[in-house]
């Protein structure tokens, strides 16, 4: 068979045509209707969770407090007489997987995300929501630019969170060191492999060195490292009175026991990434002593939301709730509150009713959302006092 | 002129001479063989002219230049093929893909035309496969060319290598146990073979082999190694007759 | 067996079959007639593709076993990204130097650690694609451990899909060429080869930095189409990913490389929930594969009009590979 | 320069964990020729044993280890028997590729089956204590000593079986030349069993062992040791015993320097550095002899 050479290269600038046409072509998009759904339909929210992967005990007990909370809301008769149906996917606490759990339940018709939990998780994921016009509400992410464009200033349209900020809880805790502690010199070792230990740190030192604090020493490490002699060493010979340890418990308790055996016996101070029933198995009870941190809640609270919340809790999953329990709770009940509120499903809708929230009751506190999405909510400060956690203080901002 | 010199060639491995102290010429056009008992360090020499191994001390000297510790595709290059006592052909792949690799130091495209497809790779390309299959049709290989290389019988696995050896276009051509494993009547036919192509193609040929009749019918000169050492040479009648090639075959018995 | 001639008959019908391929799917991103999910899984297909492909290369045809495959994708990734993120270049711009960038890594790499031979290779790669990883999670400007933020996104299905061509074209064409010959009798037989003339550790270094400039593209593609890059996206497990695709497919098989990147991504996504499960099974499945077909599902058979022809039982056509027992 | 001491007292700690799971990684190696991916993780395996034989049946560290070195010895049998020996005729990357593979299945079907939650062992597990010298400047645990003690016991053991026991012999035959050994007479078969069950028994008790010090286990925590102690074995020349050891010391020295004097962030990187160095340029490690390719 001949073939004309002139009608193979005739194809071939066709085809390159075609695909600068396709270019252009990309770029209008068309809106897809969304016909809206029978009243009688269950209201579809999509939990979008770390289940496995490195911060998996997060995900979990988030999740489980969310469903707790669904599960309640439906026994209650629903939302504006619909039933939630919750969709829980796991996004493996990696980002790319969250981006793309996310756009798996928008192609399931949720009307509003929950999760992911870490800032890093959420920062792939918001890009599915705003395209979709999804609110997503993270429950945990604390770092800044979660809800903020670092580099405009200005406030994601679509995400919004339960948890305080980094900065808050980081200065909160320098402060604490600085005039009940009464530290002069603080060292710093921080999980370097997350913005949360980073922002947490920044915090610290800022408010730390405006009390006249010096930092004497500023180290790092990384998610699953399990020695840090030599580094605890090096911090020893700098003699600190207080150590911040901004991080997650499976490391902090290991660097609580390994400071302990070195003869590091100043004050250890945390975040909210301390708190876990994990903490005390891997450190012990002994090492503890002596060390505090910050959090969004306590279950010792004797508040009778809380004590509520604790019991039905422990009924439930047999173990006492955490921090990440709490407010995949209180987002859920976020969530179905804004729903009510906006009176609608539609997406645009329940973000205006979020953003419009004020004096929101939940177990981590009494909030609103900021112009920039983000709580105005109070942080407790917990003292380890032989494996129990202490409530020293409640502090407001 | 030497074809190729070696020079007081020395090789050990972990303090145990494989070669010692080894000198050899060989002349244009001549057809050498090099015997010795098993371990005596014939392969070891081979690997140190074609520069597998760097030798410890000494020299090689290939058409007046000094090869010594140059890689072995270099020395591909200025003229030396060899053939392996295990074969080592490229069983994965056509029989004519085989002979096409030996062409490649030589290959007419750059890798941009290859890429592109441009028309100095077709030209080049139907080169390389003419070429190849004349080899082929030499070695009488021809109709074998698109089976794999691990499926011929032995004998045509020994062809083959030879082919490929020959393809790089070398004047120095060595071989080694060309006939292992071969009956009477393809040695036979291989002793016939290495003569044509001597002849056919201007070689110089340096074989080890362990076949006696075939070496003393073929070789002009022959170098005897023993641990290591060259220990005898002359032609095939003169070292039929040496007494320390006789002992270091059969052992004490002579002496 | 390479083509004496350029084949217009086969150029027009794979031009065609791109053509319309191309079309359809551009038709249905423009109109939205697929939704993002399976956007977001057609996307991860393209760059699966780049990657087993560009690995085939190294791996397959060449014979090292690299298991830094992650580490020439961040580098092309983090590349791509500050380009066109941190310095304002544009999307081409930043692929290119994403490109380049891991290719001139592949090359630094491949210089020394070549040398080396079999396992040691594989270990000197995986402790490359570890430093890697660890460099630019200490690197603040790049964003550290949670990674680079707010990369716009500028993968369209055109510079996907014409990434993915320009890869199995250029990779292919490689191959069937006296320099791809060259590659495949180092990993046939590394001694026979050198002693053929053919200079062994330039072309284990041109399959390096060949292979790794592909997966720098593929890199620079991923960063701009899933919004943010973290240091820990592009560790060993995603160097084992694209080594299950190369070894499932056929080891020296790029359509082998290419059915198993499709493959595996849908299966991949199929068992979204469960990670574990993912994994117990691709492990399985490797070791299987080694064990009964070490040679991979296609061999090194390639799909080809050729193929076809001997389908049809063209007489004409030429007797393809047999393959190795 | 107490803190220099300390440092080199934390580097020695480290390494002895190193050199314990570095040991049975070389003596597979030496004898098959087989990096086995796969030892982190039966160290992993190892460690799980120890914990539930801990927490559920409730017994000592010393019978727990009993127990994860035997457990783990036939698990290494049934993975040799199943992964490794229809391999044994391929090429060194099919075998490479297989290890991986039994290597992730390792890690994945423990999380599968036992979530990838980490868990600790009950406080107590082990009597600590620690001993303190000038001033406290200096700090010493059992933990450490325990560590370094069994280190060394199970090299000189290990040394023992392979030089002295008639199993040991047929190893050392079947590591010179595998068809020369069954050519004398050797059950080559037998003998490959058990150096896989040695070996993985060292790495279960080094798994109960880094378990204990650590007080965490999870499914992933063979990866990272695996591939430091397979660095000291290349260190100190892969197949050669007491090179292990050294290499463990040497790559623990080294890390507690690095972390001590530089910046922790870059310890694994310094790691992988090394073994890249060291592949490059002295391959056969410090203890090893060179030997040329058979052509």
């Not at chain 3, 996504?269 to 070791?287: H, N």
């Amino acid at each position: 068979m001949k073939i004309n050479k002139k009608l193979v290269l005739l194809l071939m600038v066709a085809f390159l045509v075609s695909i600068v046409a396709g270019c252009g072509g990309a770029a209008t998009k068309t809106e897809t209707e969304k016909t809206p759904a029978p009243a009688k339909e269950p209201i579809k929210i999509g939990l979008n969770v770390e289940l496995s992967g490195g911060v998996a005990s997060y995900g979990t007990n988030c999740r489980n407090g969310i469903v707790m909370a669904f599960d309640e809301i439906n026994k209650a008769g629903g939302v504006n007489g619909r039933k939630i149906e919750y969709i829980v996917m796991d996004c493996k606490s990696d980002a790319a997987e969250a981006t793309n759990v996310a756009a798996r339940l928008v192609q399931k018709q949720v009307v509003a995300l929950i999760g992911p939990l870490v800032t890093g998780s959420v920062l792939g994921a918001t890009p599915i929501a705003t395209q979709n016009k999804i609110p997503l509400v993270a429950p945990a992410a604390t770092a800044l630019p979660a809800t903020v464009d670092e580099e405009t200033g200005k406030t994601k349209e679509f995400v919004f969170r339960t948890c305080f900020l980094d900065p808050f809880q980081g200065g909160l805790m320098g402060n604490y060191a600085a005039d009940t502690l009464k530290a002069k010199k603080a060292a710093i070792l921080m999980d370097t492999s997350t913005d949360y230990a980073k922002g947490l740190a920044q915090a610290f030192k800022e408010s730390f060195t405006k009390k006249g604090g010096t930092i004497v020493a500023e180290e790092g490490f990384v998610k699953g490292d399990k020695d840090f002699k030599s580094t605890l060493t090096k911090i020893k010979n700098k003699a600190p009175d207080v150590v911040y340890v901004p991080g997650y418990y499976n490391e902090t308790g290991l660097i609580a026991k390994q400071a302990r055996e070195l003869g590091i016996t100043v004050p250890l101070l945390g975040g909210d990434g301390w708190d876990s029933a994990d903490l005390v198995n891997i450190a012990g009870a002994k090492a503890l002593n002596h060390t505090f941190f910050t959090n969004h809640y306590s279950p010792q609270d004797n508040d009778p939301k809380v004590v509520k919340f604790v019991q039905a809790y422990k009924a439930a999953y047999k173990t006492t709730p955490d921090a990440f329990a709490a407010l995949g709770y209180d987002s859920a009940y976020l969530v179905a509150d804004a729903i009510k509120r906006a009176g609608s499903t539609d997406g645009v809708k329940i973000k205006d009713a979020l953003a419009a929230t004020t004096n929101f009751t939940g177990v981590t506190g009494t909030f609103s959302m900021d112009q920039y999405h983000n709580p105005v909510k109070s942080a407790v400060l917990i003292e380890m006092v032989d494996g129990k956690q202490v409530v020293r203080t409640k502090i407001k901002p | 002129m030497a074809r190729l010199s070696t020079v007081n060639l020395c090789k050990s491995f972990g303090g145990l001479s494989a070669v010692l102290d080894f000198s050899m010429e060989i002349g244009d056009g001549e057809l050498i063989g090099l015997i010795g008992p098993n371990g005596a360090g014939k392969t070891t020499v081979f690997n140190l002219i074609t520069g597998v191994y760097r030798p410890d001390s000494g020299s090689i000297i290939f058409n007046g230049q000094n090869i010594t510790g140059k890689k072995p595709y270099y020395i591909c290059k200025q003229g030396i093929a060899r053939t392996f006592q295990n074969i080592r052909l490229f069983n994965g792949l056509s029989v004519i893909d085989n002979l096409k690799i030996s062409f490649h130091k030589d290959v007419p495209y750059q890798l941009v035309s290859a890429i592109l497809r441009l028309p100095s790779f077709y030209r080049g390309e139907s080169w390389i496969e003419e070429r190849a299959i004349q080899y082929l049709e030499i070695m009488n290989l021809a109709d074998k060319r698109e089976e794999l290389a691990s499926s011929l019988p032995y004998g045509e696995q020994r062809r083959l290598e030879i082919a490929r050896a020959l393809a790089t276009n070398p004047s120095l051509l060595i071989l080694d146990e060309p006939a292992a494993g071969m009956n009477p009547l393809e040695t036979q036919e291989l002793t016939n073979l290495i003569r044509k192509l001597k002849d056919n193609f201007n070689l110089t040929i340096l074989l080890i082999e362990h076949d006696m009749a075939l070496v003393m019918e073929l070789c002009e000169r022959i170098y005897v190694l023993d641990y290591g050492r060259a220990i005898a040479q002359g032609t095939p009648e003169e070292i039929r007759n040496n007494p320390r090639v006789i002992e270091a075959y059969l052992g004490e018995e002579v002496g | 067996m390479v083509t004496k001639k350029l084949n217009w008959t086969h150029l027009t019908i794979s031009t065609v079959t791109l053509a319309v391929i191309f079309t359809v799917f551009q038709y249905l991103i423009a109109r939205q007639l697929i939704d993002v999910y399976y956007q977001i899984n057609l996307f991860m297909l393209g760059i699966n593709i780049i990657l087993a492909v560009s690995l085939n290369l190294i791996n397959g045809f060449t014979g090292q076993l690299s298991l830094g495959h992650a580490g020439f994708m961040s580098v092309g990734a983090y590349t791509a990204a500050v380009m066109t993120t941190k310095l304002g270049y544009s999307f081409a711009i930043g692929i290119g130097a994403g490109c380049l960038a891991a290719a001139l890594m592949g090359l630094l790499i491949g210089i020394p650690t070549l040398r080396l031979k079999g396992d040691y290779l594989a270990i000197a790669t995986l402790g490359f694609g570890e430093i890697v990883r660890v460099v630019f999670l200490n690197i603040e400007y790049v964003g550290g451990a949670s990674g680079l933020i707010g990369i716009p996104q500028l993968t369209t299905w055109t510079w996907l899909f014409v990434s993915v061509v320009v890869t199995v074209v250029v990779i292919q064409n490689i191959v069937n060429s006296s320099y791809g010959r060259a590659c495949i009798s180092v990993r046939e037989n590394e001694v026979a080869a050198e002693l053929m003339g053919v200079n062994t550790t330039k072309y284990k270094v041109l399959a390096f930095t060949v292979g790794a400039l592909f997966a720098g593209l593929a890199g620079g593609l991923y960063a701009h189409y899933f919004f943010i890059i973290q240091p820990g996206t592009f560790g060993f497990f995603r160097s084992f990913d694209i080594l299950v695709m190369v070894v499932l497919g056929g080891l020296g098989s790029t359509t082998g490389a290419i059915v198993a990147a499709a493959f595996l991504t849908v299966l991949s996504a199929g068992l979204q929930s469960f990670p574990e499960v993912r994994m117990v099974l691709y492990s399985v499945v490797l070791i299987i594969t080694m064990i009964y077909r070490p040679q991979g599902l296609m061999g090194n058979k390639e799909l080809s009009f050729r193929t076809f022809q001997r389908i049809r039982g063209d007489k004409n056509g030429p007797v393809v590979n047999r393959e190795p027992v | 320069m107490y803190e220099f001491f300390q440092q080199m007292l934390n580097g020695v700690s480290l390494g002895s964990i190193y050199a314990l799971i570095a040991l049975g990684y070389t003596m597979v190696y030496g004898i098959i020729n087989l990096i086995n991916f796969a030892h982190g993780d039966i160290m992993m395996v190892g460690a799980y044993v120890g914990f539930f034989s801990i927490a559920i049946l409730g017994v000592g560290v010393v019978p727990a280890m009993v127990f994860a070195m035997l457990a783990c010895a036939l698990l290494g049998v049934v993975i040799e028997k199943l992964a490794y020996k229809p391999l044994r005729n391929s090429t060194r990357i099919a075998a490479l590729i297989t290890a991986i593979g039994v290597s992730l299945f390792l890690e994945y079907a423990t999380i599968w089956l036992l979530t990838p939650q980490q868990r600790s062992f009950p406080i107590g597990t082990f009597p600590e204590k620690n001993y303190y010298f000038f001033d406290q400047q200096l700090v010493l645990t059992n933990k450490d000593l325990f560590v370094l003690v069994a280190a060394v016991a199970l090299m000189v053991l290990l040394q023992y079986i392979v030089k002295h026991t008639r199993i040991g012999k047929s190893m050392r035959a079947v590591s010179q030349d595998m068809e020369a050994a069954m050519l004398m007479g050797i059950n080559v078969d037998k003998t490959i069993s058990y150096t896989f069950a040695i070996g993985s028994a060292l790495a279960a008790a080094a798994g109960v062992m880094v378990g204990v010090y650590y007080n965490t286990i999870d499914p992933l925590m063979g990866i990272i040791p695996g591939l430091k102690a397979f660095v000291a074995a290349v260190i100190g020349g892969i197949g050669i015993i007491p090179g292990a050891m050294m290499g463990g010391f040497v790559m623990g020295i080294l890390e507690a320097l690095v972390s001590g004097y530089g910046s922790s962030l870059y310890r694994d990187a310094v790691a992988f550095a090394v073994l890249i160095l060291i592949l490059l340029f002295k391959p056969t490690g410090i203890f090893g002899k060179d030997t040329g390719e058979k052509v």
